[in-house]
């Protein structure tokens, strides 16, 4: 999705506080890599006239401009996180100490003056109603934010959808199964909805995209199913990484090792099938 104004930046936009809806604005952190795409997108939410806002996923706690800008915008009132992962969490701290706006995670540690999230929850806050969606999977604890006002949704999908790519399991506490049922939740509850991921560009349509995830997956399991057929070896037994040499053979192999934590995820599945 792009800004009504053709002249507007568009992404990547570091250091830009880019409108994508005329309630979401996103300032994109210059912390670039193999599994943060371009960055991680650090959104901003105000319905329009409305003195507060809402800070979603602050971002990495080194990028001093990237931290400054979020501290300096007027009215934050509330500060929300996706997930663990340190390139969300880690300017929790900081823009709390800087802002005291409370901060809301679905884990109790990442909370600072706020109580942790609860699924189907809705906050009204910036003149907006955001209504809390648990899409464990990614890991554990990642949860989507419904964003509603005046007719428009959006949906903030943290690293469940990304913007480009496909996402990364993390065998650590995510799991394909609730991966699996958190894609058919936001295919359901994101309809006619705009996608706002954390890393990775928007997209004007959540449906589309959760859908084609949905698709992928089903088809990386037949795969994997198929390989280890060839292998002779069974989901218990196989190794993952040489399941990852088999099936991702013509991925680059600077992208083996989160194809291997993928792989684990969808051995695991395998294995309680």
């Known amino acids: ?9 568009q992404h990547p936009a570091y250091g830009v506080l880019r409108q994508v809806t005329p309630f979401a604005s996103v300032l994109l952190c210059d912390n670039s890599g193999m599994m943060e795409l371009d960055g991680t997108n650090t959104y901003v939410l105000r319905a329009p ?3 507060d806002c809402v800070v ?4 990495p706690p080194k990028y001093k401009h990237h931290a400054r800008r979020l501290a300096e915008l007027p009215g934050v009132s509330l500060v929300l996180v996706t997930h663990r992962h340190f390139d969300h969490t880690g300017g929790v701290s900081r823009l709390h100490k800087r802002t005291g706006a409370p901060v809301r995670a679905r884990l109790e540690k990442h909370c600072r003056r706020g109580a942790p ?7 009204e806050a910036a003149g907006l109603r955001i209504t809390v969606l648990f899409t464990p999977g990614h890991t554990g ?3 989507s934010f419904l964003v509603e006002h005046d007719g428009q949704r959006a949906v903030l999908t943290g690293d469940t959808i990304l913007g480009s790519g496909t996402t990364v399991l993390d065998p650590a506490d995510g799991g394909l199964r609730d991966y699996l049922n958190s894609l058919n939740r936001l295919i359901v509850e994101g309809e006619g909805a705009a996608l706002l991921p954390a890393h990775g560009p928007d997209h ?3 449906g589309p995209v959760a859908r084609y995830y949905k698709a992928h997956r089903e088809e990386r399991i037949d795969q994997i199913v198929a390989a280890l057929d060839t292998m002779g070896v069974s989901a218990r037994d196989a190794k993952p990484m ?3 040499r088999k099936v991702y053979s013509d991925v680059d192999k600077k ?3 989160a194809a291997r934590m993928s792989v684990k995820a969808q051995l695991e599945y395998l294995r309680e099938a």
């Open 204 to 206: 004007p349509d959540l």
């Open 1 to 9: 999705m792009s800004s009504p104004n053709d002249a507007a930046p």
């Open 141 to 143: 604890d990642s949860v």
């Open 49 to 51: 006239g409305s003195d």
């Open 56 to 59: 979603v996923d602050p971002g």
């Open 117 to 123: 999230l609860r699924d189907r929850e809705v906050i």
């Open 255 to 257: 992208l083996w090792p």
């Open 242 to 244: 040489k399941v990852v």
